[in-house]
């Protein structure tokens, strides 16, 4: 299945398919000029899935350490430092080979390669063909702040490839399931959207690893794909009012994320912790219908989240509030908010000057009720 995915002037080719593609598949979309040379990029646990595409004598290859830990300028400069090596020029392929972290590093990696080389992913992780490897953001994590240093820089051919998902550790796949809930509570097309059946039976994947279950995730990969490419492309550099929509539980799953220590919990189980919070505060603020929360709430737990405030992981709730001032002063002095609404997800902004408005947050964060 293909499906192409616009962000501003530049067209991604998203691959959604059994196996990996080739050297030569990638390469087939600069038909007219082939990148010469190219570089796949992998970490320590997805090595057998760069070997396994590349063109060994015609490619060169750059390994890093797996985790979001390798999510650095070191890696960053391993990257630039095997591209020039391997005497790659503007026209060059750099190819990521990996989850979120792989797609992000290799893709800022390519976006400041003598101002721009050419960019593909074959992203190997469920949260990564959900949402990490579309959209063009790029990243690597400074100063203890995730994602602080990065650009827009689309990849040019995503590869899907739903076998690979075989060998990813059952966390892993909990972590991607928590972006597809999210992507169908902001899809607003079907009344069923975070219908429970629709998502249970994916908990079985880790152990059954059925061509029904294939099926049936790939078809929500196709979904999660709609959704997101819908919201970008309505607004690729989030400068509006769409983009922002996908960040829904995001700036409570950050602070969780970073009160946490990075790298401490998936991204997903953050995600989820944050939807639930997300729930609490749109049904104080008059946005999420009870009904709603709840059936949200209830579908997260039987998916086996942890969604109960505070969250374990979380050290201590000052340091998790000093987390989302430091969120807060990137978005020009408010805490914004995307809480769950009648359909879809709305934003919401809080004044943090006002004590009634962080005591609020606090004791959501805190579980000390709204
Ligand atoms: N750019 C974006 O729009 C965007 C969106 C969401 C998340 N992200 C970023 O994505 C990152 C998280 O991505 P992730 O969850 O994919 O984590 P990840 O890239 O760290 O991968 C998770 C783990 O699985 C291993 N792995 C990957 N594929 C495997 C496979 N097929 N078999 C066995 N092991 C495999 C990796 O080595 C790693 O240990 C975060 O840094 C987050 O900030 C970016």
Redesign the pocket.
């Known amino acids: 299945m293909i499906s192409t995915f616009t962000f501003g002037g530049v067209k991604t080719a998203v691959h959604i398919q059994e196996n990996l593609p080739s050297l030569k598949n990638i390469q087939s979309i600069w038909a007219g000029a082939p990148p010469s040379p190219t570089l796949f990029v992998c ?4 090595r057998h ?1 760069a070997d396994a595409a590349r063109g060994r004598d015609e490619s060169a290859l750059c390994i890093l350490e ?3 830990g390798a ?1 650095n300028w070191q890696s960053v400069e391993k990257i630039l430092e095997a591209a020039q090596k391997c005497g790659a020029g503007r026209d060059a392929l750099f190819v990521a080979v ?7 590093i290799t ?1 800022f990696a390519a976006s400041i390669y003598m101002r721009g080389a050419r960019l593909a992913f074959i992203s ?5 063909m959900v ?5 063009g ?3 690597i ?1 400074m100063f203890e702040r ?2 602080f240093a990065g650009t827009f820089y689309p990849a040019q051919a995503v590869y899907m490839p739903v076998s ?6 059952a966390a ?1 796949i909990k ?2 399931l928590a ?1 597809i809930v999210k992507t169908a509570i902001l899809d607003e097309e079907s009344d069923d959207d975070i219908a429970f059946e629709k998502f249970y039976a994916l908990k079985n994947f880790t152990t059954d690893k059925s061509d029904v279950l294939k099926k049936k995730l790939a078809k929500l990969i196709a979904e999660a794909v709609r959704v997101k490419a819908r919201f970008v492309e309505a607004d690729p550099q989030e400068t509006g009012e769409a983009r922002v929509l996908l960040n829904l539980g995001h700036t409570f799953a950050h602070a969780l994320e970073s009160s946490a220590g990075l790298g401490k919990i ?3 189980e953050a995600v989820a912790w944050g939807i639930a919070r997300a729930c609490e505060l749109g049904l104080a603020r008059g946005k999420t219908p009870k009904a709603r929360g709840e059936k949200i709430r209830a579908l997260l737990g039987a998916l086996g989240y942890e969604i109960a405030a505070p969250h374990p992981a979380m050290k201590s709730l000052e340091v998790f509030m000093r987390s989302l001032d430091d969120d807060k002063k990137k978005k020009a002095g408010a805490f914004r908010f995307v809480v769950p609404a009648e359909r879809g997800a709305v934003l919401i902004q809080l004044n943090g000057e006002k004590m009634e408005e962080m005591n609020l947050i606090k004791n959501i964060a805190a579980g000390a009720g709204a």
Do not use: F, R, W, Y
């Open positions: 970490d320590s646990n997805t899935i797996s985790g979001e999510k990996g989850g979120g972290v792989m797609t992000d893709g190997t992780t469920l949260l990564g949402d990490a490897a579309l959209g953001k790029t990243a994590d995730k994602n690979v998902l075989g060998t990813l550790p892993q972590s991607g972006e998936s991204h997903g």
